[in-house]
Each structure stands twice: as structure tokens, then as C-alpha cells.
């Protein structure tokens, strides 16, 4: 675990979750080794999908073997026993301990097959990869599969005992407002009796215990290891994001969805997916049954076009549920007053209306609220008391996240990093701020470069000023970033460009006057910053508030 830390992260712990490191995250004796839960609260787990069961493996106190969990159709070729005793699964040769079964998935960057030796020489017991070696040492298994990733997803399901059939899975899809809704969901569905579990970017919910993220939609071994932990604390539902690189990597492969939402669709990584027809296209299979089943509801947004295509490219199977401020959608929004504290809309479905004060601002946050309503009344409940619960509802942290520091102008840190969210939120202040509109942002490195110019052309559309600073470069040069982002400047007297994130917010606070708001945009709830070699520990909202404090002092007091 140190090697693995200090080869990749020298300077990460907890503060760094966006990685590719679970380990620190999730208690490393259950999760990174990956063993199987053990007290069994679903009979559905006895049944481990091959026909032979767990149960048996326990009572008779012999270790699970792989022949267990693969089927004969997934093989395509193999040396050694089938029979082999393993400890648990592993995608990642960093954390092989003795006993691992070994997938090698070939990636971007690089081969999984590369780290095979590196595997073995930590105790690995089985490889599965897409090729068969000419020899392969003895006491070693090797199996040969047509995906390795495809066949990680299958394996780890019946390794972890098919956790989603304990629990009705509501997935939410889209380019922006997959956290929040996700958020709302579990904010109106969860009671003790029905216990939600959460995944996505901020936190995993688990039901016994919440940890830090490390990936909006993890690896489909973290997956399922994931939902078998909500199983076991007595989740009955979860709620999660899936994004567009978990469904395009098999992340979710075979995740019998309940509920699919599909929120909307705008420019975003690009530098994935080849052109926005493709980034639909990979979105638009959560729903059409490509990942081994389709949702048994679609809740969509038809007012994003995107959602209107979608409706005509579900299968015969699926309910449709529509959802949007349109005449047409089963589940819209009316007389919506969107205030600074709050937003007031009179909520109409098939069967009622309900007078509605949401805690959530902008009218983006109307379209998430409308998901999460519709996703409650698609699934059968009184849509009346789950919207009693929005009044307790304390927002989402780095949403529209207001820091009130005693300042006499309003500062919001917030998590918009495409155009698209820019402009709503921007946009959204402009009209309820009196005095001008300031905002610090930046890019993130090794992400879609194209999205960069048309962030800067959002901001200086809508903002009086900017500060155009770092957001995580990660590998990538901020020179050549601040590159990218200058093609948009269009009035270059408005926008100032400075390296350090913590000076821009200095120098932005200082730009302030009473009646002024400023926002801080692109990390919301991110607690660090990513560069080329290091993390370090970064909270824009901590931030603020120190620097507001720091300038109060020196000016007598006053902010
Ligand atoms: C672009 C992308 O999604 N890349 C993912 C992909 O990487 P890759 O194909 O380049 O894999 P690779 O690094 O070449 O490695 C290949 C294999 O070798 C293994 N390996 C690698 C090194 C080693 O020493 N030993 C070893 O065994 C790796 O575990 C992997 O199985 O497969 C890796 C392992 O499965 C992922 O960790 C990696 O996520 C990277 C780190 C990432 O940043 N992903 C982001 C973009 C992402 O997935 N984001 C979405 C959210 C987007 C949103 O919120 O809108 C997310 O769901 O989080
Ligand atoms: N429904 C929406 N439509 C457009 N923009 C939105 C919507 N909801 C949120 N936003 C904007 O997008 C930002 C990210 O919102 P949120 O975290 O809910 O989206 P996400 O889809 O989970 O993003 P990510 O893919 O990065 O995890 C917010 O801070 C806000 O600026
Ligand atoms: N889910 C997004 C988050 C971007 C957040 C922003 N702070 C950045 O680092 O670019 C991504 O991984 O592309
Ligand atoms: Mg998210």
C-alpha cells in the first residue's frame, strides 16, 4: 500500500480522492483485497450465478475458488486449474496481495499485461487476460478472455453475490447535475426503513459508514464490492452517477437498474469521446439495454434535445417518465420565482400539484429537483411527503455553496467546469446580483482541451471581471492551458491571469465591493489540488474564509 502510495501520489492522503487509488479511501483489509462479505443477509448471495454456491464454500471452510465465479462461456482458452483457491479480485497489480486473481485490462495509457510479472511476484495465483503466454509457470492459472473488462464486471457481481438484487438501483446519467440529483434522491427517498446508499463524485454512502470519493462511477469491482457493503448495512436502495466513462469501461456492466435519469447533454469530455454525437451515443446505451439490461424506468429531460431523443430510442420494455418546465413533460415545474436564498415553483404531476420552496438556487437546479421528484413518483411513492423532506435539504457541498465570512459582498464557490455551467450559473447571478459580477476560474490539465476557450468566451460574456487561474493542471503545462483558455478572450481589459488559485482569490476578494458577488468556480467541494508530481491540500472555501479574515485583521476589522 506505501509503494503503491509514494509510486503515484508522493504527497497525497486523505485529502487527495480523485485518483486512481481506492485503497486509502475504503478500509484496505476488506476492500483492496477484496474478500467477500461475510454475514449473508439475502438469500439471493447463495447463488453465486455459475450454479455452484457460497454457501457451501463455507461451511466447508475451503476457500472460494475461481471456477466459482466464471462461466464456461467466458473462457475462451486456459492453463491450469480452474480450481484454484483465490483470496479475492484485483484490477490493478499495485494491489495484488497472495491469492489475487489478476485482470489485465488493456488501457489508454497502458496494458494491463505489462504488469503481470509484477502481479505474480506478489502472490497472484490467477491471470485473466485477452492473450494465453507460451508457458505459464506451474501452480499458475491462466485464462484467456475476449475482454478482460467485460468479464471483471460479471465476476466481480457473482463474487460479491449479485448485491443488486437487494437493491432497486436508481442511476443518473448526464453531462451536469448528475451529483446533485443523486444528492436529492437519496435526500427524499431515504427513510430508516428504506435506507439509501450513495455513489459519486463527493462520497460513497455505504449505509454503515461514508467515505471519500476517488471516481464518479468507480471500477465495476469497487461497484459491486460497494453495493455489498449497502446490502449488508441494510440499504434498500442506492442512489448513483454514472458516468459516461463508467458506462463506455463497463463499470455498471450487468447493474439491473430500477430507475435510469438522463439529466442533459452538453460540450464535455471530448478529449474521450470522439465528438458530441459519440458522447451521446455512450450515454444514450445506459438506456437502450447495451450494458446487459436497460432500466426498468427512464426518467428524461425533455427539455434538453438530447432527452428528446433519447424517449425515442428506448426500448419497448421501458416505462417512460418525462420530466422539464415544458406543457408536455408528466413531471414540470410552474410559476417558478428564482430567488438568492431560495427558488418558490408549484410542482405538477399526473395526479396533483404541490407548492414548492426549494433551498436550491438557479433554474438549473429547478430541472434537478424536477429529476429527483419524478424519479420518487416513477418509483410509487406519496410525492407529497417526499417533498416535505426538501426543507431539511442543506444542499449540496461546492454547489452554489454561499461562504458568509462577514463580507459585505457575496462570495459562492461552486463546482461549474464546462461553458454550459458557466453560463447557467453566471447567468444566474448576473440577475440577482446589484452590484458587478466577479469570478475566479481556471481548466483542468489533461482533460478536454477544446471546452477551454468556450469557458473564457461563458465567462467573459456574463462576468464584469475575471480571474483566470489553475484548476488541477495534473501532467499538463498551466502555460499551455492559460493557451487554450486566451482563444476566448474577447475583451482582454476584463481578465487577468494569475498562476497561483490562492492569490487569484485574494486579489478577486480585494476587487470587491459591498453589493459585488463573486464566484468561485471549477472545484467546488475538491478539498486539494492536483499538479504534475503532487497533491496538495486545497479547499477553495477554506480559502475564502481565511483570506477574508487575514484582510479584516490588517483593515481594523472590516471585510
Ligand atoms: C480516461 C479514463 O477513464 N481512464 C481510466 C482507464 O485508464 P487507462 O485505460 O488509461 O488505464 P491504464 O492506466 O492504461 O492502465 C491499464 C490497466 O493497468 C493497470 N495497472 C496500471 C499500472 C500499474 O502499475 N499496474 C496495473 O495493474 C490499471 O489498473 C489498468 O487496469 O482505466 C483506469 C483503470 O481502470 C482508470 O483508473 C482510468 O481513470 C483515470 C485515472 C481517470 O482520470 N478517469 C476519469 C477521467 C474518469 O473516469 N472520470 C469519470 C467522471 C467524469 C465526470 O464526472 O463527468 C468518473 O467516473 O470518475
Ligand atoms: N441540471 C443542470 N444543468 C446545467 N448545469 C448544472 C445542472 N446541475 C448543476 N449544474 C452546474 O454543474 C455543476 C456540477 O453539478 P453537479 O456536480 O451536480 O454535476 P455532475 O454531473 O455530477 O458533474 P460531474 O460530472 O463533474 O460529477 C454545478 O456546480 C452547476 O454549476
Ligand atoms: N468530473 C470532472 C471533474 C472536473 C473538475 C475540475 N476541477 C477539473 O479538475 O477539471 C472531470 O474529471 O473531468
Ligand atoms: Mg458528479
Not at 454475514?39 to 457451501?56: A, E, F, M, Y
Not at 451529483?179 to 435506507?195: A, E, G, I, S
Not at 414540470?332 to 427558488?343: D, H, I, N, P, W
Request: charged letters at 25%; aromatic letters at 6%.
Amino acid at each position: 500500500m506505501i509503494g503503491y502510495l509514494s509510486q503515484n501520489f508522493p504527497l497525497i492522503h486523505a485529502f487527495a480522492p480523485r485518483t486512481d487509488s481506492p485503497l486509502r479511501l475504503v478500509a484496505p483489509s476488506r476492500h483492496h483485497t477484496q474478500t467477500r462479505p461475510s454475514k449473508p443477509s439475502d438469500p439471493n448471495r447463495i447463488k453465486n450465478g455459475v450454479g455452484k454456491t457460497l454457501v457451501r464454500n463455507r461451511m466447508t471452510k475451503s476457500a472460494p475458488k475461481l471456477s466459482d465465479f466464471l462461466k464456461p462461456d467466458e473462457i475462451q482458452a486456459h492453463k491450469g486449474s480452474l480450481d484454484c483457491p483465490i483470496s479475492g479480485l484485483v484490477m490493478d497489480s499495485r494491489r495484488v496481495v497472495p491469492g489475487s486473481v489478476f485482470f489485465a485490462l488493456p488501457g489508454r495509457r497502458s496494458d494491463g499485461v505489462q504488469f503481470i510479472d509484477e502481479a505474480i511476484s506478489r502472490g497472484a495465483v490467477a491471470i485473466v487476460a485477452q492473450k494465453l503466454p507460451g508457458l505459464v509457470p506451474s501452480k499458475l492459472t491462466y485464462v484467456q478472455v475476449a475482454d478482460p473488462r467485460v468479464v471483471l464486471a460479471r465476476v466481480a457481481q457473482r463474487y460479491y453475490g449479485h448485491p443488486d438484487r437487494a437493491l432497486s438501483a436508481i442511476g443518473v446519467t448526464g453531462t451536469n447535475g448528475k451529483t446533485t440529483v443523486t444528492h436529492l434522491v437519496k435526500h427524499l427517498l431515504d427513510t430508516p426503513k428504506q435506507r439509501v446508499g450513495l455513489i459519486g463524485t463527493i462520497h460513497y454512502d455505504l449505509g454503515a459508514r461514508t467515505v471519500p470519493s476517488f471516481r464518479t462511477t468507480p471500477e465495476s469491482l469497487d461497484v459491486y464490492g460497494m453495493l455489498a457493503q449497502m446490502r449488508d448495512a441494510g440499504c434498500a436502495q442506492v442512489a448513483m452517477e454514472v458516468s459516461s466513462h463508467g458506462i463506455d469501461q463497463h463499470r455498471v456492466l450487468g447493474l439491473g437498474f430500477e430507475v435510469g435519469v438522463f439529466s442533459n447533454l452538453t460540450r464535455d469530455h471530448l478529449d474521450y469521446h470522439d465528438g458530441l454525437e459519440d458522447y451521446f451515443k455512450v450515454k444514450a446505451r445506459f438506456f437502450t439495454g447495451e450494458l446487459g439490461t436497460a432500466p426498468k424506468i427512464a426518467v428524461i429531460n425533455t427539455d434538453d434535445a438530447y432527452g428528446q431523443r433519447l424517449t425515442a430510442m428506448l426500448p419497448e420494455t421501458v416505462r417512460l417518465v418525462t420530466y422539464g418546465e415544458n406543457p408536455d413533460a408528466m413531471i414540470r415545474a410552474e410559476a417558478v420565482e428564482l430567488g438568492f436564498k431560495t427558488t418558490r415553483l408549484r410542482l405538477v404531476w399526473p395526479e396533483g400539484t404541490c407548492e414548492v420552496t426549494s433551498p436550491l438556487i438557479g433554474r438549473y437546479n429547478v430541472s434537478n429537483l424536477l429529476a429527483a421528484a419524478a424519479v420518487a413518483w416513477s418509483t410509487g411513492l406519496d410525492l407529497r411527503k417526499c417533498l416535505a423532506r426538501l426543507a431539511s435539504f442543506k444542499g449540496v457541498p461546492g454547489r452554489m455553496e454561499q461562504v458568509e465570512a462577514g463580507q459585505a459582498y457575496s462570495v459562492l464557490v461552486d463546482y461549474a467546469h464546462t461553458d454550459d455551467a458557466l453560463r447557467n450559473a453566471l447567468g444566474m447571478l448576473r440577475a440577482i446580483t446589484p452590484g458587478r459580477l466577479m469570478v475566479v476560474f481556471g481548466c483542468g490539465g489533461q482533460r478536454d482541451r477544446a471546452k477551454r476557450p468556450l469557458m473564457t468566451a461563458a465567462v467573459q460574456e456574463f462576468a464584469d471581471f475575471a480571474f483566470a487561474t489553475a484548476d488541477n493542471p495534473r501532467g499538463e503545462a498551466l502555460t499551455q492551458i492559460f493557451k487554450d483558455m486566451e482563444a476566448g478572450v474577447s475583451d482582454a481589459a476584463r481578465i487577468t491571469w494569475i498562476d497561483d488559485r490562492r492569490r487569484a482569490i485574494s486579489l478577486a476578494l480585494d476587487a470587491c465591493k459591498a453589493g459585488d458577488c463573486l464566484l468561485v468556480a471549477g472545484k467546488g467541494h475538491e478539498s486539494y489540488q492536483e499538479f504534475a508530481d503532487t497533491v496538495i491540500p486545497f479547499d477553495d472555501r477554506k480559502t475564502v474564509r481565511e483570506l477574508i479574515a487575514i484582510k479584516a485583521l490588517k483593515h481594523g476589522g472590516a471585510a
